[in-house]
């Protein structure tokens, strides 16, 4: 496989539509612009296997998610890398996940980044149609996009920063 | 006795799919529930937006299935403007549409049906996913398919800028035509394409239908349900994604009627239950008796079982031996197991391959003609298309700027819900007691039971881990917690 032009994504996963689930998209637009070019921002409502075409020839992964917390109001921003995500447990097209994806590209030498790094940002309704977020979780948008971005830059030469 | 519970499905789904089984005072299920969380509100979000949005809109409510909404949508604006695409945009969207359910299904074979299709359902948790099925298939074969869903993406991104969420269908045509230069591409992607599907097939027929045990799991009663089946066909009653007339069967296989996109009122009502945001659609002519299968029951069923079994055929030739094999080794129409969705599943590709290769070389395709403008006053637009997973339904009315005032969808997993609710509950019967062993096996065979509809259920909830969350709740005849399992 080709790689990218590209070594480093930043992708923000979700659904524009579906009220907080915009989050990681909406964090993605904070980062457009600001990192060298060896950093491409990227959003995409996709998830599942075709998360393999975005990681496909890539060094580093910083993905930009939601989570369902138990309790919202206290809950936090987590960082995580693959170490949690479990085994590969394919059940639908519609729930393949990091661990599945992981585990389809290196069987297949298909190239998975050598390091993915997941920052999940708490919501409180990802499954309501509509294009404004839920205001506390607006509200968590910069503390977010600054998490993001110290996460990239560590990845970067100090000259590149 | 068993208490009355309610369930408030906001308060405790929480993201998860949630199943709830209550116990008679015997420590046997006295009935089980399947609850996921739903999208909600999407009726109340469309209206006053322009119904052009719709086919983007649409595409995404599901980051898997875009293009089933996408065309759905597409259809229901030619309806709308009662405008009719010309020829080669009729051809250019079906074959859109065919290379998409191609690559879908041939994902899902391989990749993710393959837990319970392929490497069966009594095997080790470990080799129970994608990584089971490739050690069945090869790992060339895994090399193959993912090769095969790039090119066919990359024929999809060429008419429609991007494969998913594509710019494409437009109220009386398409955005742009086939240039005659890339014809060639595509005759020659639906040719590898054809021979990729007649290969799965082999590998279906070496792996799974020489193997006993899995043959007698695809056909045990716990996987059965004897209902009414739905699916799009032609005007010869063979089986066509993209468009035609809905046509059921009932469970003896038999004609119990036809309608067009614009009499689905007519023909199907939905049921509405507490404990569920879901609506349960059934037919109205026969009415919902409850979660019951049966000639006497309006309870039906969508997606490729049910298709292939409301078809007289498929409408090319190797699809079409595939679907004469299925029935004869499955003792003929029409069939009631569930788990034989994922057989059938197969004989579509080979006639979604089949039918791209046709389209592919009609010299028509390349024709530069491609849209009718529409000149109407828009007022209602209805259409149904046969999405991967069933039939899915889209209705908007809009004023006569065009500006939506109602909208109805009507997706392939909520056709379905009833049937689901049905297969849960009755596997739940057969291996949930009060003194129940194995956590993981009965998940997993609670699983199978909804796995091969492939629900597609808050498609925008996706979690970290990628598995859809489960909560499984057991509780006595006082509706008391004897046990839960989650993963």
């Known amino acids: ?161 | 006795m068993t208490q009355k519970i309610t369930i408030d499905p906001i308060t405790r789904l929480e993201g998860h799919g949630k199943i709830e089984i209550f116990l008679d005072d015997a420590g046997k299920v006295s009935r089980a529930y399947f609850q996921v969380p739903e999208l909600r509100g999407f009726e109340q979000f469309v209206v006053g937006r322009p119904a052009e949005e719709m086919p983007q809109i649409t595409s995404r409510i599901c980051g898997v299935c875009p293009t089933a909404h996408h065309m759905a949508a597409t259809k229901a604006l030619d309806d709308l403007y009662q405008v009719d695409p010309p020829p080669a945009a009729k051809k250019l969207r079906e074959m859109f549409y065919n290379i998409f359910t191609l690559e879908d299904h041939a994902l899902h074979f391989y990749f993710l049906g393959g837990p319970d299709f392929v490497v069966g359902p009594k095997a080790p948790k470990a080799e129970r996913n994608i990584l089971g099925v490739l050690g069945k298939v090869g790992l060339e074969v895994g090399k193959r398919v993912i090769g095969m869903r790039r090119e066919l993406r990359d024929l999809m991104s060429y008419l429609g800028g991007k494969p998913i969420h594509p710019v494409f269908g437009l109220p009386g045509g398409v955005a742009k035509p086939m240039a005659p230069t890339e014809q060639p591409r595509f005759i020659e992607a639906a040719k590898k394409g054809v021979e990729f599907a007649l290969f799965t097939l082999s590998v279906f027929g070496e792996i799974v239908l020489k193997n006993k045990a899995y043959v007698e799991a695809i056909t045990s009663e716990m996987y059965t349900h004897r209902t009414y089946y739905m699916g799009l066909v032609d005007e010869k009653n063979r089986v066509n994604f993209y468009d035609g007339h809905l046509r059921v069967v009932d469970p003896q296989g038999k004609e119990f009627g036809s309608f067009t996109a614009h009499e689905y009122l007519e023909a199907i009502a939905e049921h509405v239950e507490p404990w569920s945001y879901i609506k349960f659609p059934y037919l109205k002519k026969v009415g919902w008796k409850g979660f019951v299968d049966g000639a006497d029951s309006g309870v039906y069923s969508v997606a490729p079982l049910a298709r292939l079994n409301a078809a007289d055929g498929m409408a090319t030739r190797r699809a079409n031996e595939a679907y004469e094999q299925l029935y004869a080794t499955l003792g003929g129409k029409p069939v009631h197991y569930t788990l034989a969705n994922h057989w059938a599943r197969i004989v579509e590709m080979i006639y979604a391959a089949e039918r791209f290769a046709e389209l592919a070389a009609d010299p028509e395709i390349v024709d530069p003609k491609v849209r009718t403008l529409p000149t109407a006053t828009p007022k209602v637009g209805m259409s149904v298309v046969e999405a991967p997973r069933g039939t899915l339904f889209h209705h908007y009315e809009t004023d006569e700027a065009g500006l939506i005032t109602k909208a109805n969808l009507i997706v392939a997993t909520q056709n379905n819900a009833a049937r689901i609710a049905l297969s849960v509950d009755k596997v739940a019967r057969a291996l949930i007691n009060a003194s129940t062993a194995n956590d993981d096996g009965l998940l997993n065979m609670v699983e199978m039971a909804f796995r091969a509809y492939d629900p597609c259920h808050g498609c925008g909830t996706h979690s970290l881990p990628g598995s859809m969350a489960l909560k499984v709740s057991i509780r006595d005849a006082a509706g008391n917690l004897l046990r839960e399992i989650r993963r």
């Open chain 1, 1 to 161: 496989m080709s790689s990218a032009t590209t070594p480093i994504l930043v992708l923000g996963l979700g659904n524009e539509l579906l009220k907080d689930d915009a989050v990681g998209i909406r964090v993605a637009e904070r980062l457009q612009g600001i990192f060298p070019p060896e950093v491409e921002v990227r959003s995409t409502s996709l998830f599942g296997l075709a998360l393999l075409d975005e990681l496909i020839g890539r060094d580093k992964v910083l993905l930009i998610d939601s989570y369902i917390p138990e309790e919202f109001i206290g809950s936090e921003i987590q960082e995580h890398n693959l170490d949690g995500v479990g085994e590969a447990q394919s059940t639908s097209p519609h729930f393949v996940g990091l661990g599945e994806v992981r585990e389809v590209m290196r069987k297949l030498d298909l190239g998975f980044p050598r390091e993915v790094r997941i920052l999940a940002i708490p919501v409180s309704d990802p499954i309501t149609f509509s294009t404004e977020m839920t205001p506390a979780v607006a509200a968590r948008l910069p503390e977010a996009a600054t998490r993001a971005r110290r996460i990239v830059q560590s990845w970067l030469p100090v000259a590149a920063t």
